[in-house]
């Protein structure tokens, strides 16, 4: 033991002598950073991050003919003399869908004016808006306005979504978004058509549903706060715009407005009110579910369909198909939707000017109209006789 102490001791001593003798630079830590690699060459990356910027606005001169500007004034939609504006329309088909399928031209939107349209509903669903990018959307988006300004037609822009935005969970993938994805949308889509009176209107929310709870739960007040958000966010860029808003039950109930409506001017409500929401008789229930709202604010139907031919056409019956919606015609159904409407200064799109997405207004790319189109084209043009007891 003795030994090994002796052994330890001088080797010790002699291992502090060393160190002792060591200059104090060899204790002092490295604080220099390391060498940096050579920068990339931006050329070889997908895009330079830094160099975006917002998509750049595309407005019209003086030289572009320009639509007369559409606003609120109490219950009803005016032109700038303050004449009341009843829009009869349709809804076209997603442009990325129709320029995939090779559709997507002007002559698409000279078929859509002859039925007599005046009103363009554009959905734009968010899985193609985050794919195609949206300065890439927006391009196809110029395209439409543009030939809606040279057709006399003004034009929807519809976020065509259908969930629940507070829990975002929504129906199918195609539809999946989010609330900062949709706020961004929004600022995108004001901020590049601030100015151009063609689009009179952004629908904010296609169909706000909870799916009977199976997208998870939210209130009116939850609802209203996203909202009012949205507007916010679209008057700072767009004050002219008119927003549209829809209730729940797929944009269908409306009733949450008697006692707490949204706290905004120069809004509009939508409604879509499809002949399966509710049983015959439809009137007291559509009075009850959302035309009581028509008389103190503007309402629009953005979205019904599937209608039987009009008995007016050339003296043919009514005849039943399927609608896309999970019922078939109703005979019925159209004339009294029209009256009903129109009775309450309610405007108006069908849905929908493509041979696949149904309830459909055309059978294939020839433009052949189903009989819900020949009704649709019927009651655009004023041609529509209503219901009476023994039809």
């Known amino acids: 033991m003795k030994n090994i102490k002796q052994w330890i001791t001088p080797t010790a001593a002699s291992i502090g002598l060393v160190l002792l003798c060591l200059p104090t630079s060899a204790f002092a830590q490295n604080t220099n950073p390391p060498a940096q690699p050579a920068p990339a060459n931006p050329s070889n990356r997908l895009h330079v991050w830094w160099r ?97 300004t040279e057709l006399d037609m003004y034009v929807i822009l519809d976020w065509h979504t259908i969930g629940n935005l507070e829990t975002e969970v929504f129906q199918d993938p195609m539809y999946v978004t989010s609330k900062q994805e949709t706020y961004n949308f929004w600022r995108t889509i004001s901020r590049h058509y601030a100015g151009h009176n063609t689009v009179a209107f952004f629908e904010l929310f296609n169909e706000p549903t909870t799916y009977r709870d199976q997208l998870g739960p939210i209130s009116w007040d939850d609802w209203k706060k996203i909202v009012v958000n949205e507007i916010t966010l679209i008057r700072a860029y767009n004050p002219q715009v008119i927003p549209l808003v829809a209730g729940f039950d797929w944009a269908y109930d409306l009733t949450p407005l008697r006692l707490s409506p949204i706290a905004a001017e120069g809004i509009a409500y939508t409604v879509h009110p499809y002949a399966n929401k509710r049983p015959q008789p439809w009137e007291p229930k559509w009075e009850e579910d959302f035309g009581f709202a028509a008389e103190k604010y503007p309402v629009i139907a953005t979205e019904f369909g599937g209608f039987a031919r009009p008995p007016s056409t050339n003296g043919q019956s009514a005849t039943a198909e399927s609608t896309g919606r999970g019922n078939r015609n109703n005979p019925a159904y159209g004339p009294a939707i029209i009256k009903y409407l129109e009775g309450k200064g309610i405007s108006w799109t069908v849905w929908c000017f493509d041979p696949e997405w149904g ?33």
């Open 52 to 148: 975006d910027g917002a998509p750049g606005q595309r407005p019209y001169t003086v030289d572009n003919k320009k639509m007369p500007l559409i606003s609120v004034k109490g219950n009803k939609f005016v032109d700038p003399d303050g004449n009341t504006v009843l829009f009869r329309g349709l809804a076209i088909s997603d442009p990325d869908k129709l320029e995939m399928q090779g559709h997507w031209s002007k002559d698409h939107f000279v078929k859509v004016k002859e039925l007599g349209t005046k009103l363009v509903r554009i959905p734009i669903h968010p899985i193609v808006w985050r794919e195609r990018t949206p300065a890439e959307y927006l391009r196809l988006l110029d395209q439409a306005v543009g030939w809606c």
């Open 359 to 391: 309830p459909t207004l055309i059978r294939n790319w020839n433009y052949e109209l189903t009989p819900s189109g020949e009704f649709a084209k019927a009651a655009m043009n004023g041609e529509i006789k209503q219901p009476t007891s023994n039809q």
